[in-house]
């Protein structure tokens, strides 16, 4: 086992997922740690770059399969997890081919979504998430493709409840503190967000969506 392997295992433990090796004198050599280190779970405050990688490794526990990787998606922007041009996938094996069928830019195909969909749909909304930081840009984000209105002060199904827990333990993990499941033509659903859904951290909602599903909520009431 490598070294940098061996220390993942450790943090694995640790019940907020990271830790380093820290002074201990007189302790031996370990596959993690040399000798007078010893590996320590959750010892300070995650620098932003640990966050970041915490973040990644959170949605991807997300994943029906538990692991996500970056995978070639020419025109894709950079994203929390990826490099520009690539896409962060769950259970996609980078080895086989793989081909993303792009019709436009991110921006107009979310738009297209709006006005095609949106108007002739209800919506599944994050609710009860005015405590996290710009809560505003997701109460009303729709994310969920069978866009039925679950929202706020109504009983939620089991699968619509699971979501929602998922959901705001990944947002808690974003840098900025909350995220949203975006429209991503071709994506695995993950336990947070449905098939073409990914969930991302720090995204600016469209406002196509917010006004859309401002007007469903009216329509239906709620």
Not at 67 to 92: H, P, T
Not at 185 to 211: H, M, Q, R, W
Request: net charge negative; charged share 25%; glycine share 6%.
């Amino acid at each position: 086992m490598k070294f940098g392997e061996a220390c993942d295992k450790e943090k694995e433990t640790c019940d907020c997922g990271w830790g380093k090796c820290l002074r201990n004198d007189g302790m031996e050599a370990s596959t993690c740690c040399s000798a007078d280190y010893e590996f320590t779970c959750c010892t300070t405050t995650l620098l932003p770059e640990q966050k970041l990688e915490k973040a990644c490794n959170d949605a991807a526990a997300l994943c029906p399969c538990g692991w996500a990787r970056c995978i070639k998606a020419d025109g894709f922007k950079a994203s929390l997890c990826c490099k520009e041009g690539y896409q962060y996938k769950c259970c996609v094996d980078p080895e086989k081919s793989y081909k993303m069928v792009k019709i436009n830019t991110t921006e107009n195909l979310l738009e297209q979504r709006a006005m095609n969909e949106c108007k002739k749909a209800t919506f599944t909304c994050f609710c009860s998430v005015m405590k996290y930081q710009n809560a505003w840009a997701v109460h009303f984000t729709c994310c969920d493709t069978n866009y039925t209105c679950k929202c706020c002060d109504t009983p939620k199904p089991a699968e619509h409840m699971q979501v929602k827990t998922e959901c705001q333990g990944a947002m808690v993990n974003c840098p900025c503190g909350w995220g949203a499941c975006v429209w991503q033509p071709g994506f695995s659903a993950s336990g947070c967000c449905k098939d073409d859904y990914s969930f991302e951290c720090c995204t600016k909602v469209n406002a196509f969506d917010l006004i859309n599903c401002c007007w469903a909520l009216k329509e239906n009431q709620f």
